[in-house]
């Protein structure tokens, strides 16, 4: 199976450039469109459609860290001491969305292998319980990949479901948004609003180091989580250093653009129209479900069912806290249901998978043939 990814060659500086002009290009264009963010779903679709018509695209890792570095920064300003407290009290929220993330990642999953493991139209050759399992959790999907290839699974396959799903999600929960005018909707402000060039010069060298802790304890998402910890901690402490300019923040939305964008080359089209068929249609019908989740949740809390959808959605972690940003949806609930998946699908994946399926087939193997 060819993969869709970029191999791993150093980007020319010149492809570097061209991508960035590309992407500045389309989100002028989506600004030009009122369509829903412009500097991140601009981006994402013109690399993404370049990039599988074979054009020379190319996301530089270091730009792509900076953006997530800015990101978790200006996330973390939204975690005054009010706003902790208003997640304290909904811990049993944030608790029951990590049960919901891990039942509906097992259900994906088993779907996946009983449509496309036994024979038929549907069947992808050489398709394996592992393979099917961790192309399906909800969350950490670079992380998911690697665990894959250290179990023996079809990489590809595993790597190009979640891109699809992460992708999808991205596109169709901001535009129904758009559609159904929720925006605006949060009263919560970041905890600084003015910016002050001494105090975001310290924020930068504090959440630098963050990022660098992060980067030695060798945690996923380092650049992320780290300016995140660190932003938050601050704010939530009532440190108010200062705000970060718009600039800023659209830039960064513009390279995680590109980063998730460029993972579509050429080979994506051609790979198992069927697994990304299904993959497709799975994730829709996640989106409903959980549409209908936070509708319930929305009986039992103050929020709002359009921020908790944005914390509930089988998006990324960073895709999804942007469009809450961008929207003014909850962005303090939905970075704290997203933070506390990640980890528990980062803890119990591989776990889970010797609980449910390792664990069950040596059983059986072990056991006596019935008389």
């Not at 690399?47 to 018509?53: E, N, P």
């Not at 380092?222 to 718009?246: D, E, H, K, M, N």
Request: net charge positive.
């Amino acid at each position: 199976m060819p993969s869709f990814f970029h191999r791993a060659v150093q980007p020319l500086p010149a492809r570097i450039a061209l991508t960035l002009l590309l992407a500045w290009a389309a989100a002028a264009l989506c600004i030009a469109l009122r369509t829903p963010l412009p500097w991140m779903i601009g981006p994402l679709l013109a690399t993404a459609v370049v990039s599988m018509l074979g054009g020379p695209t190319a996301s530089w890792t270091p730009l792509r860290n900076s953006g997530q570095w800015i990101i978790g920064c200006a996330l973390g300003l939204y975690f005054t001491p009010q706003v902790v407290a208003l997640l304290a009290g909904l811990w049993w929220a944030i608790a029951l969305n990590i049960v919901w993330a891990l039942a509906l990642g097992l259900a994906f999953g088993a779907w996946l292998y009983r449509v496309h493991h036994g024979p038929g139209r549907l069947h992808v050759a050489g398709l394996s319980r592992i393979t099917t399992y961790f192309a399906a959790p909800i969350g950490a999907a670079s992380e998911m990949t690697l665990m894959a290839e250290r179990h023996g699974a079809q990489t590809d396959l595993v790597a190009s479901a979640h891109s699809l799903r992460v992708l999808l999600v991205t596109l169709i929960i901001p535009f129904g948004f758009q559609w159904a005018g929720l925006h605006g909707l949060d009263a919560t402000l970041p905890g600084a609003r003015v910016v002050q060039l001494p105090g975001l010069a310290l924020l930068a060298l504090l959440t630098g180091v963050g990022c660098w802790v992060m980067l030695k304890l060798e945690r996923t998402n380092p650049w992320f989580i780290g300016a995140l910890v660190v932003s938050l901690l601050l704010t939530a402490s009532g440190v108010t250093l200062s705000a970060l300019p718009q600039g800023m923040t659209n830039a960064a939305q513009l390279v995680i653009g590109i980063s998730l964008g460029v993972r579509f080359t050429s080979g994506f089209v051609h790979m198992a129209p069927r697994w990304l068929g299904s993959v497709a249609l799975a994730t829709v019908a996640m989106i409903v479900l959980c549409a209908g989740f936070a509708l319930l949740l929305a009986q039992f809390t103050s929020l709002h069912w359009a921020t908790l959808l944005l914390g509930t959605s089988p998006g990324g972690i960073a895709e999804m806290a942007i469009t809450a940003k961008v929207l003014q949806l909850g962005v303090p609930m939905v970075t704290a249901f997203h933070v506390t998946r990640l980890a528990a699908v980062l803890v119990l994946a591989e776990p889970m998978y010797r609980w449910f399926y390792q664990d069950s087939a040596a059983t059986q193997a072990e056991s006596p043939p019935a008389e």
